[in-house]
């Protein structure tokens, strides 16, 4: 994309600028869209309807509750650090909007093509963690530091078993590559991952089952990255106010509520990508039927926003079906299940690669 | 071990099942009703706003002397033997002239209490319920239909027959001396 963009325009600053604001733009506009989805589904899910006064069944919902936020006074507490306070948001909402740069949209739409993108956006996730610490440090308040080093714990500890799978997926298909990942998974979705990859043999129907495993594994894990329920004691709303940005108030608070829901694509995308075919068709191409060449990214990156949107509505139908989880059963969970299971999981997938 | 592999199965089991009734839920109908647009059908025997027919009032006062938080405040000046005020609805003649009539709807409780004591059935409870305003001094309603130099007017007359009498009895009492 870089590339296309640097012989169009000849210089080195538009393009980079133009290339970077795209993810910005999709995020932006997915967000809009997907709060109004979480509060249409959530509403429908306990039978009432949700906003419908603000245009066609309440879309425009979320302009509104941005300009309420953008016109809200910044309130710092007195005692509260204003260094780490000012820069917590921007960090946490960096370290979300970083990952995209790894992630390929489609085979044309992709921010840079690195080699190891998956072990980026790994390690890139991390840098969240470190946002949250801060917000909680400085919001000068004993219950946003709970909730901030809750969060902490929890993120930290579900690094593991998503690191597992992610190890387990690279050992199969051989590449850190996203894009040589999506690659291998062709447009057809008997090849896809979750369904033992593009190799036809006995190896394919023998992983099918480790292929769930791990992908449910990886989607759980994720899910606790990203702080959503049933694993959101850090922003439990009846518990801690709401956790580590309990000071936080109009743009600041905006900021974190972005880096929430670019952060559900993110994960989403990636769970996509790994096992479902990231931005590959399950039934061929239309542009190869018609022999269009060109429309062929286009649809790569409908199904790609399709894939990840159905995705985020299974983990906003998980926060309305779930309890939230105690923090010691949190901890429970992950050691003491989840680590186990993709251990094992990881020893069977080599196994049968071999073969 | 056998409890690991069972709380495994469990926890997997019971969360489809709930995410099963979740999603049938998602297409039930609402239960909601759009206010504004759409109301709830009231019952027939409601209690909300009061409405005063003050053709029908004989100024009796039971219905301020029943109010438990006097919301209701009634004053009424005695009509002169000549002056003929009309007969009520169910044929009582009427004696007083109801100057002021005012119940604060920021008091009232709509507890019905008024509404039994009243012998021509003239106050009794209407199904208006949206009648909210930005000043509390709108909502004391004025149901008396004397306006302020009617009802002076009234009073004048009424103490000018009381002095007259007087006057006569302090005639009449001079006389016999």
């Known amino acids: 994309m870089y590339q296309l963009l640097y012989n169009f325009t000849g210089d ?117 963690v470190v946002g949250i610490l801060m917000a909680g440090w400085a919001s000068n308040n004993k219950y946003s530091l709970l909730g901030a080093m809750r969060s902490a714990a929890q993120i930290v500890s579900y690094e593991i078993p998503t690191a597992l799978v992610v190890l387990t997926m690279v050992m199969y298909t051989g590449t850190f590559s996203l894009t040589k990942i999506s690659e291998m998974q062709t447009p057809y979705f008997w090849n896809w991952n979750i369904l033992g990859g593009p190799e036809f043999g006995i190896t394919k129907f023998l992983l099918i089952p480790f292929m769930i495993v791990a992908a449910s594994i990886m989607f759980i894990s994720t899910l606790a990255e990203v702080n959503r329920t049933p694993f959101d004691i850090p922003e439990a709303e009846s518990e801690l106010v709401a956790g580590y940005f309990t000071e936080y108030s109009g743009m600041k608070w905006g900021m974190f509520m972005l880096a929430e829901y670019a952060n559900m694509l993110a994960v989403s995308a990636v769970v996509s990508i790994l096992f479902f075919g990231g931005y590959q068709s399950p039934f061929g191409y239309l542009g190869n039927l018609l022999n269009i060449k060109w429309l062929i990214p286009f649809e790569q990156i409908f199904w790609f926003l399709l894939k990840g949107l159905i995705l985020v509505f299974v983990q906003m139908w998980l926060r309305w079906t779930l309890p939230r989880l105690r923090v010691d059963q949190l901890m429970t969970v992950c050691w003491k299940y989840l680590i186990p299971y993709a251990v094992v999981n990881l020893i069977f997938v080599g196994i049968i690669s071999l073969l | 071990m056998k409890e690991y592999l069972k709380n495994t199965w469990q926890a997997i089991y019971t969360v489809l099942v709930g995410m099963k009734i979740t999603f049938k839920h998602l297409f039930t109908p609402a239960v ?44 009424t000046v005695k009509a002169l033997p000549g002056e003929d005020l ?92």
């Open chain 2, 32 to 75: 909601t009703i759009q206010y504004p647009d759409v109301k709830v059908p009231l019952p027939e025997r409601v209690r909300n706003r009061l409405y005063v027919n003050i053709d029908d009032c004989i100024g009796c006062d039971q219905c301020s002397r029943a109010c438990p938080v006097s919301c209701i405040d009634i004053e």
């Open chain 1, 12 to 128: 080195v600053i538009i393009s980079t600028i133009v290339v970077a604001l795209i993810p910005l733009t999709i995020i932006l506009i997915y967000a809009l869209f997907a709060i109004w989805l979480e509060r249409k589904v959530s509403a429908h899910m306990q039978d009432r309807l949700g906003p419908m006064r603000t245009g066609w069944h309440g879309w425009l919902q979320t302009i509104a509750d941005m300009i309420k936020m953008i016109q809200k006074e910044d309130t710092i507490a007195a005692e509260a650090d204003k260094k780490l306070f000012n820069i917590a948001p921007v960090l946490v909402f960096t370290g979300s909007f970083a990952a995209y740069a790894a992630i390929p949209f489609s085979s044309a739409l992709i921010g840079s093509e690195i080699e190891v993108g998956l072990f980026y956006i790994v390690a890139i996730s991390s840098l969240v």
């Open chain 2, 86 to 177: 009309g007969v009520t609805s169910n044929g009582k003649k009427k004696a007083l002239w109801v100057t002021k009539f005012t119940i604060d709807f920021a008091k009232c409780c709509y507890c019905q209490l008024c509404v039994f004591p009243c012998p021509t059935d003239c106050i009794f409870m209407t199904n208006v319920y949206e009648f909210s305003e930005y000043d509390r001094r709108n909502l004391i309603y004025n149901f008396s239909n004397l306006t302020e130099e009617e009802a002076a007017e009234k009073k004048a007359n009424y103490e000018k027959f009381l002095a007259e009498k007087e006057a006569q009895k302090a005639a009449a009492s001079k006389t016999k001396e």
